[in-house]
């Protein structure tokens, strides 16, 4: 069975920094399409960010220049390394993968969620 865990939710004061990790079992998922999505209250679960088969990686613009995806050397791995948060980036974030590309939308596993709450 497919399990997505992810780690590394928190509290932190605006300006400040998390990174969040997943980790993929339960298949050879090395160098799957990888990504993040968040959800706060009341609102629409978005894209945040995702790193395809080739490395090539995709961002939100509400998070350019301040949110980092990257893979960990065993490659079932992806970190959210976030910078310079803000009061909004505050959700609920989720791990996903992608087998069939981050282009075609398609997200057929999930994880469980942390929660990522910024203050002012």
């Known amino acids: 069975q497919v399990q997505l865990v992810e780690s590394g939710g928190g509290q932190v004061q605006a300006g400040g920094s998390l990174r969040l990790s997943c980790a993929a079992s339960?298949?050879?998922?090395?160098?799957?399409?990888m990504g993040w999505f968040r959800q706060a209250p009341g609102k629409e679960r978005e894209f945040v960010t995702g790193?395809?088969?080739?490395?090539?990686?995709y961002y939100d613009d509400s998070v350019k220049g301040r949110f980092t995806i990257s893979r960990g050397n065993a490659k079932n791995t992806v970190y959210l390394q976030m910078n310079m948060l803000k009061p909004e980036d505050t959700a609920v974030y989720y791990c996903?993968?992608?087998?069939?590309?981050?282009?075609?939308?398609?997200?057929?596993?999930w994880g469980q969620g942390t929660q990522v709450t910024v203050s002012s």
């Open positions: 996903a993968l992608s087998p069939a590309g981050i282009m075609t939308g398609k997200w057929d596993y």
């Open positions: 339960g298949r050879t998922f090395s160098s799957y399409p």
């Open positions: 790193i395809d088969w080739n490395g090539a990686t």
